[in-house]
């Protein structure tokens, strides 16, 4: 009998490949692993999913925030690169899988991962680096016949028959699911779930890698719409709609500058700079120009002129300041020491959608 560990990402590929496996006769149990990334949207239901389908099945997540660094590769050039940070965050979870696996005693882990997908690296290339996986990592849905339960559980781990084409397999995913008994609604929105993924993210975290000591709360910044980098060396971010609002407020430092119109329901806008070394003259010309950014957004077109609040989050005082906003918001994003980052994400997955 055999104890088995699931790299369990909450996709409906993920949780077939782990039916499909705990139906084997040798297996005696099956542990559920989740790895919470930085770079991942998180379902906050994917508890409740598990509970419905493994009520008898230990579940553990396991934060790898604190290596992210290690999950972005850039090329020669300092761009960014989705097949080699790809290849960077499998190596990461798989050998956090084996150490893991040592620790709870199991002797196969059990992946739903479709190689070639969503920049996940070939085949031949998962698992190389770690040697204790060898021979150890369970595919079902490689094989020709998924459903036929093999005789022995390391039949799933032998890559010789492993010839099922990847493209193939998200319409068996599907009839697997029905054939199982799984609902095929996919609450974790795998297709989308990686961040990394969405055109435009791994943009804004090749620059942030390339100009600043990255922290997770500058990454957290990224994932909001209106992210601005402007000369010459400010980071801008507006959130604009209640939901995005609450999400920023959990964001601001002491040194960061917090702007919003005096009239209701506007934007508010977190700025972060490097006050030191900037005299008087420098600071009030930036405070004037992330103001007229700020109004800009205001919902006061036929207002010449908007009262913006200005505070940093260190001090209690805030100031007032009357500025005009730039003509439109076309104009401002064609301004040369102003980059507006673009993020194209999901509706479902950007903030207050």
Known sequence: MVKVLSLFSGSLASRVATKLVERHPQVRSIQLLHFRSPFSHECDDLRQLVKAEWPRSIFRTQSIKKDYQDLITLTAEGEFSLAESCRSCQSLLLSKAARYMERVGADYVVSGAIPGKHGRAPRSECGGDVEYLSG?????????QPLK?????????????????????????????????LNPIDPVCSEHRCKLTAPGFGERVAALFREEVVTLNALCLLDFPLYFRAHPDLRIVLAC???????????????????????????????????????????????????????????????????????????????????????????????????????RLPAQLVYGA
């Open 136 to 144: 150890r990592i369970l595919s079902p849905l490689l094989m020709r």
């Open 149 to 181: 339960i093999p005789i022995d559980v390391s039949s799933w781990a032998d890559k010789k028959r492993q010839t099922r084409d990847p493209g193939t397999i998200d319409g068996l995913v599907h009839r697997l699911a029905s054939e199982l008994g």
């Open 241 to 343: 709609n209640e939901n995005e609002k609450r999400e920023l407020q959990n964001y601001f430092l002491p040194q960061d500058l917090r702007l919003y119109p005096a009239t209701p329901h506007g934007p508010m806008t977190l700025l972060r700079t490097d006050w030191e070394g900037k005299g008087d003259t420098e600071k009030n010309q930036i405070i004037e120009f992330v103001a007229k950014l700020t109004a800009t957004y205001a919902d006061a077109s036929e207002a010449t002129s908007v009262p913006i609040y200005y505070r940093l989050e260190c001090e209690d005082e805030r100031q007032l300041i009357n500025v005009e906003p730039f003509d439109s918001i076309e104009e401002l994003e064609q301004r040369a020491d102003l980059e507006l980052v673009p993020l």
